[in-house]
């Protein structure tokens, strides 16, 4: 690490990232498609990921291939959320309560229609 750097503005990236939280919060509400909201939430969470990491990892005085390695991670994460958004405007996966009931303890391990034990 390169010992002569400015000191970053820590009170600054701090009002940046609670704000990026306020609108995190505020897009939930927002009536829009589920997709258009998540794809929102990932870029804003991408934005406060980097901020993170750049200003108290300290990576922005670090070299450039140090940076690389630290970010790869987290753009195949993002990368792998956002294939999976398609999932979330779906087709409903609730499955529908079964009617058919066994009616004694013995039909259950006998079968419906086989022999009675005791019988």
Do not use: W
């Amino acid at each position: 690490m390169s010992s002569n750097h400015q000191e970053p503005n820590y009170m600054a990236v701090f009002l940046a990232l609670t704000v990026l939280t306020a609108l995190e919060i505020g897009v939930v509400f927002v009536p829009a498609s589920k997709l258009l909201i998540g794809v929102c939430l990932i870029t804003m969470a991408l934005a406060k990921a980097v901020l993170v990491a750049l200003y108290f990892m300290h990576l922005r005085y670090e070299k450039f291939a140090l940076g690389i390695i630290a970010f790869t991670p987290l753009i195949l994460c993002t990368l792998l959320i956002i294939s999976l958004l398609p999932d979330l405007t779906g087709t409903d996966h609730r499955s529908e309560p079964k009617t058919e009931q066994v009616g004694t303890a013995e039909q259950a391990v006998n079968g419906a229609g086989g022999p009675q034990i005791g019988k």
